[in-house]
């Protein structure tokens, strides 16, 4: 099965078990935040389209909010926690020994960003789950980076969820 088959599939099921949406959120944005994982599973797409199924479908965004935030923010504190153990040889690790540019640049990433570099590295592919990882490999203070990983993982998921909700409000009044 490729990844858009899969993605579909997702979609579909969340469409007929609007239940399952939090449960769903909270898995995809977890592995989306997750090191290594979200090299493997790319699912922002999904979380996107799962934004376009709140309200029409009958999910709630709140539950499907917290529950995404909460994954994301899990995902970025289990990613630090294995910075923190392993420290720079996570870098010849597979499958970053595959990307060996996604350590150095998530180093320099947050060493000129500090704390602002956990909310920036949400919103960019590869950024998401390396800089968490760089910020425990590099040591940034727990309390500060726990502190960002919450707050950001909240916005970064209402982001992901109002531009899927606007964009199938738009496609529900384009096609009849």
Same mark, same amino acid.
């Given at each position: 099965?490729?990844?858009?088959?899969y993605s579909?599939?997702?979609?579909?099921?969340?469409?007929?078990?609007?239940?399952?949406?939090?449960?769903?959120?909270?898995?995809?944005?977890?592995?989306?935040?997750?090191?290594?994982?979200?090299?493997?599973? @790319?699912?922002?797409?999904?979380?996107?389209?799962?934004?376009?199924?709140?309200?029409?479908?009958?999910?709630?965004?709140? @539950?499907?909010?917290?529950?995404?935030?909460?994954?994301?923010?899990?995902?970025?504190?289990?990613?630090?926690?294995?910075g923190r153990?392993?420290?720079?040889?996570?870098?010849?690790?597979?499958?970053?020994?595959?990307?060996?540019?996604?350590?150095?640049?998530?180093?320099?990433?947050?060493?000129?960003?500090?704390?602002?570099?956990?909310?920036?590295?949400?919103?960019?592919?590869?950024?998401?789950?390396?800089?968490?990882?760089?910020?425990?490999?590099?040591?940034? @203070?727990?309390?500060?980076?726990?502190?960002?990983?919450?707050?950001?993982?909240?916005?970064?998921?209402?982001?992901?969820?109002s531009v899927?909700?606007?964009?199938?409000?738009?496609?529900?009044?384009?096609?009849?």
């Amino acid at each position: 099965m490729t990844l858009q088959e899969y993605s579909q599939e997702m979609i579909a099921f969340v469409r007929a078990y609007a239940a399952w949406a939090p449960a769903i959120m909270f898995v995809l944005a977890f592995a989306e935040s997750l090191a290594f994982v979200s090299m493997l599973i @790319p699912a922002w797409g999904v979380l996107v389209a799962i934004g376009a199924l709140v309200g029409p479908n009958g999910i709630s965004f709140w @539950p499907v909010w917290i529950a995404g935030s909460l994954g994301a923010a899990l995902g970025d504190w289990l990613s630090y926690w294995i910075g923190r153990k392993i420290g720079p040889p996570v870098a010849h690790m597979w499958p970053l020994s595959r990307h060996p540019d996604l350590v150095p640049r998530g180093e320099a990433f947050m060493k000129k960003w500090g704390v602002l570099g956990i909310f920036i590295g949400k919103y960019f592919g590869p950024l998401r789950a390396a800089v968490p990882l760089a910020a425990g490999v590099f040591e940034m @203070p727990y309390v500060r980076f726990l502190s960002a990983a919450f707050v950001s993982s909240f916005i970064w998921a209402a982001v992901l969820l109002s531009v899927g909700e606007t964009l199938g409000t738009a496609a529900g009044k384009l096609m009849p």
